[in-house]
């Protein structure tokens, strides 16, 4: 199956920073969506984003659905130790019948130094 | 409250057995999902379900088998067929296939280590 391109794979920052992550593929999307994952637990939606262009936030999240539909970033302000986890882009592409499944990328291992 | 949970957490499993992953969700979805998560590697999709009594393979269906005899719930069987099965098994439901909002809602995982 597709995957999409997440990057970066990993990020190292100090507390306080922000954070940025980017998500593209080359298939056109209707929905993005962003999960973050805590270790050992399933992943939690943060930001669901259906039109293209559009910027979406909830708090210190702001994601934003691309122009061309084949792309979306997440940014997060004044990280927190919280914040720490994996980040999982997906996006959703469902024209009518069938399967109305989610394309994963591998996600971007958040991790903060205090 | 409402949500999707899996049981059991930690499940281990000798080589040549077969294992049931439980799943129930009590949000009155429609569709339910099993993905398999290996480090590095994103989730994958193993089997999925729109309706009652019909699923439908996923890319890495192999080795694997389910059923859908309830709306709430979901079942995973990992059978010895399955070459690989260590694993962080997840499941997800959503609404409807096509409805805006359909977005996914996952479970706690289970994680299945073969001794």
């Known amino acids: 199956g597709q995957q999409l391109n997440q990057s970066p794979q990993s990020m190292f920052i100090q507390e306080g920073e922000d954070v940025s992550m980017n998500c593209t593929s080359s298939?056109?999307?209707?929905?993005w969506l962003w999960y973050k994952q805590d270790p050992g637990e399933g992943p939690v939606l943060l930001i669901a984003l259906y039109k293209a262009g559009e910027l979406t936030s909830n708090g210190r999240l702001t994601a934003q659905f691309g122009i061309t539909r084949k792309d979306s970033f997440l940014n997060i302000s004044a990280s927190i130790p919280s914040d720490v986890g994996i980040y999982f882009c997906a996006g959703r592409m469902y024209s009518g019948g069938g399967a109305d499944g989610l394309t994963f990328g591998k996600g971007t291992h958040l991790i903060i130094q205090p | 409250d409402g949500g999707i949970t899996q049981s059991p957490k930690y499940l281990f499993r000798k080589e040549g057995q077969n294992v049931t992953l439980s799943c129930e969700q009590n949000l009155n979805h429609d569709a339910m999902y099993w993905y398999r998560q290996d480090p590095g590697q994103g989730l994958r999709l193993i089997y999925y379900?729109?309706?009652?009594?019909?699923?439908q393979k996923g890319d890495i269906a192999e080795g694997y088998s389910v059923s859908r005899e309830k709306k709430e719930s979901f079942p995973l069987t990992v059978t010895s067929a399955q070459k690989n099965p260590t694993a962080f098994y997840l499941c997800a439901s959503n609404h409807s296939p096509g409805r805006r909002g359909g977005e996914q809602f996952f479970g706690p995982g289970t994680r299945l280590t073969v001794l």
């Open positions: 298939s056109i999307f209707n929905t």
């Open positions: 379900s729109q309706i009652v009594n019909d699923f």
